[in-house]
């Protein structure tokens, strides 16, 4: 069962990406759960922070070469961090 709440929090980010971690982690009273659940909240909340980080950025840039640049940017690392949740998750539930 605490592998399935723990992978569970990983996978969220397909349908409640701050959500579902923040609760379980709350509510959870396995340590293992509870380590895997904030840091399934801290990779789903990095893009965000990135985005906001990137999206301040792309407003100062002087080209329109930069933005599109932060954008591609933007993509990669969200993507990176989609692909983490879901290598995470994985692991999670063969361990």
Same mark, same amino acid.
């Given at each position: 069962?605490?592998?399935?709440? &723990? &992978?569970?929090? *990983? %996978? &969220?980010? %397909?349908f409640a990406p701050f959500l579902?971690?923040?609760? /379980?982690?709350?509510?959870?009273?396995? #340590? %293992? /759960?509870?380590?895997?659940?904030?840091?399934? !909240? !801290? &990779?789903?909340?990095f893009p965000v922070a990135a @985005?906001?980080? !990137? !999206?301040?950025?792309a407003f100062s840039a002087g080209?329109? @070469?930069?933005?599109?640049? *932060? /954008? $591609?940017?933007?993509?990669?690392? *969200? %993507? @990176?961090?989609?692909? *983490?949740? $879901?290598?995470? @998750?994985?692991?999670?539930? #063969?361990?």
């Amino acid at each position: 069962m605490r592998q399935l709440l &723990s &992978s569970l929090s *990983y %996978f &969220s980010i %397909f349908f409640a990406p701050f959500l579902l971690p923040i609760a /379980v982690w709350i509510l959870a009273g396995d #340590r %293992f /759960v509870r380590e895997h659940a904030k840091r399934a !909240l !801290l &990779s789903h909340l990095f893009p965000v922070a990135a @985005g906001i980080l !990137l !999206l301040i950025m792309a407003f100062s840039a002087g080209s329109f @070469g930069a933005v599109i640049g *932060y /954008v $591609i940017l933007f993509a990669i690392i *969200y %993507f @990176g961090t989609f692909v *983490y949740n $879901i290598i995470q @998750g994985i692991q999670v539930l #063969r361990d």
